[in-house]
């Protein structure tokens, strides 16, 4: 059933319907409303809600809470998601599954609460220290959004490594009809016998760490890692690739900014400009498969983005100067008309000419 | 024929403890391993080491263990306890990570009343990275961070911790002990105790603040820092029970 929902509210029940056991958040805005829903619904389920003292506390509660071996999420928007930065650290060397919303805004600093794609270098290469890297997913519209956060719970425990779901304030705060019924896809999970779980009847005591003070030790765990990030790579890209055959340009886009651009290739395709569309879903592994058998026609790339040019960068590593790759943004929260971007690829059009 | 009248508790494990000659890191490690046996929770005790000397009691402690980043221990703690009620969890924490860099996570974790046990080592000093000046330093004080010693005007005056904490009402036990002679030892170990029991009780966080040695950092043998315990740190710090399960509620 189809039902008209806020996007924060939604992505509170998607995680509800994830399998979420416990949260712990500190207020921001534009995400709010994820704590709030949560505040009622959790407890009423006879499941943990905890409004921390800071982004710090709440992070590493979940921590906790995961190391405990419960599913664990919490959500924030981007200068709270910068305090978590050191416990996605943690989370990741000590292999802990867990979820993170974030409701992108403007920055840097404290900026603005409008909506924004700033920090897509904060989600992709993280602030944290090591050598590291979170999953994340930026949906497009409530229903890609509520998809996989209900299926987020079940990526984190397999691969023990913490996801994130990106959105941007727009979505956060817009109501659009979702589907919450419909069965997504579930892994075959192990079980989590590394988990301090306070059972007695149990023999070996476990042990949840970040610590190999040992070079050669801290060198293998690295590669443990690495092992598994590759495999993350292997198997989680996704993204969607729209209206691509014979096409003269495309653009390369994720979020909101792909919704706008599905708009302003309509406009381009009254002028007799036919533009393909690759949209990013899975930010890491940024996915490279996307841009292996785009057409011959294919005479440019822009890259449109919330922000000045992040993702840009790594468009053009994957491009491997092949197309001429240029870039459209707005900041601040500002959101652009379709004809920016249209005019955008009007100009890259020109320039290849 | 011959008798055991003393062995190591089996709440510690076979790993040799790191810590330098004199600290008595060893005999807290000792009373809390003790104290986990004697209620019969070690089993279902979790242990959070904090950053510090006591960083690698994760080897020690023989119980499940979660290391936890600088100053987060209590809210680490309150996302296990949360999760796991079952649990007995405990922290173990330094003066730097609790009263400095994790205060805001160990304050509030009183104030929400979490089920949980917080053994706090005050040693006046950063230990692990080499004796720099820690917020319970006292004053006149030399550290690598304060060589002409603790000045008020300038560092501002130590920190007393449980002082603090007594003025929380959801903290239902907050007492400072010391180690510094067997009396003292035999006292801290029933602080210990008396705060696992009020977790398995369901009555909420207790505090034990241990006044500890530090002899490499200080400069002292280990018998002079005993008793530099006894006759500075104690004068500042006041060994005693500063709340022992008063009834919140009426706060």
């Known amino acids: ?353 | 024929m011959n008798e055991i009248v003393y062995r190591k508790s089996k709440g510690l494990t076979a790993a040799p403890l790191s810590y330098c000659p004199g600290c008595t890191h060893g005999i807290v490690h000792k009373l809390v391993a003790e104290a986990l046996v004697e209620l019969g929770v070690l089993e279902k005790a979790v242990g959070i080491a904090s950053v510090g000397c006591s960083v690698l009691s994760y080897n020690f402690f023989n119980c499940d263990m979660v290391q936890a980043a600088h100053g987060r221990a209590c809210a680490v703690a309150t996302g296990i306890k949360r999760a796991r009620p079952e649990a007995v969890v405990f922290s173990y924490q330094g003066d730097g990570d609790l009263a400095s860099i994790g205060i805001a996570e160990t304050i509030h974790a009183a104030n929400r009343g979490e089920n949980l046990t917080v053994i706090f080592i005050n040693n006046a000093i950063y230990g692990m990275t080499g004796g720099q000046m820690a917020p319970t330093t006292l004053i006149g004080q030399k550290t690598t961070t304060s060589p002409q010693g603790r000045d008020k005007t300038l560092h501002g005056l130590p920190i007393r911790i449980a002082e603090i904490f007594s003025e929380i009402p959801r903290a239902v036990h907050v007492e400072r002990v010391s180690v510094h002679n067997p009396r003292a030892v035999r006292n801290a170990k029933k602080a210990i105790l008396k705060a696992f029991r009020n977790q398995i009780e369901g009555k909420g966080f207790s505090l034990v603040e241990v006044l500890s040695t530090c002899p490499v950092n200080w400069g002292m043998t280990p018998v002079q820092a005993l008793e530099w315990v006894e006759r500075e740190m104690m004068r500042y710090y006041p060994v005693k029970v500063f709340r022992d399960g008063e009834d919140y509620e009426k706060a």
């Open chain 1, 1 to 353: 059933m189809k039902r008209l929902m806020k996007g924060n509210e939604a992505l509170a029940r998607a995680a509800i319907l994830g399998g979420l056991d416990a949260f712990f958040g500190y207020p921001i805005t534009p995400q709010n409303e994820i704590p709030e829903y949560l505040s009622k619904h959790l407890p009423e389920a006879g499941k943990v809600f905890v409004q921390a003292e800071s982004e710090i506390a709440a992070i590493n509660m979940v921590y906790g809470a995961a190391a405990a071996g419960v599913r664990a999420l919490t959500s924030s928007s981007s200068p709270g998601i910068a305090l978590m930065q050191e416990g996605i650290s943690y989370l990741c060397g000590a292999e802990l599954p867990c979820v993170i919303i974030n409701v992108m805004r403007g920055g840097p600093g404290l900026g603005g609460i409008q909506p924004s794609q700033a920090d897509y270098f904060q989600i992709t290469r993280g602030g944290g220290n090591g050598d590291y890297r979170v999953l994340s997913f930026a949906p497009e519209n409530l229903q890609e959004a509520v998809d996989l956060m209900r299926e987020a719970f079940d990526i984190a425990d397999a691969y023990r490594n913490p996801v994130m779901i990106a959105v941007d304030g727009l979505i956060g705060q817009m109501m659009e009809t979702v589907d919450l019924d419909w069965e997504v896809p579930k892994r075959v999970l192990p079980e989590k016998d590394w988990a301090v779980d306070g059972k007695s009847t149990r023999r070996t005591r476990r042990i949840v760490n970040s610590l190999y003070l040992d070079p050669a030790e801290l060198e293998r765990h690295n590669l443990k890692l690495l092992e598994k990030y590759r495999k993350m790579e292997a198997k989680e890209q996704r993204y969607e690739i729209a209206n691509m055959d014979g096409a003269e340009f495309a653009i390369v886009a994720y979020g909101t900014m792909a919704r706008i651009a599905r708009s302003s290739i309509e406009l381009l395709e009254e002028t007799g400009v036919k533009t393909g569309l690759i949209k990013p879903i899975s930010l890491w592994p940024f996915p490279k498969k996307a841009f292996e058998n785009l057409p011959e026609s294919l005479r440019g790339l822009l890259v449109a983005e919330l922000s000045l040019g992040q993702m840009i960068d790594d468009v053009r590593i994957v491009n491997q100067g092949r197309l001429p790759v240029r870039f459209f943004g707005r900041t601040g929260g500002i959101l652009p008309e379709p004809e920016e971007i249209g005019e955008a690829v009007l100009r890259l059009k020109e320039e290849v000419a």
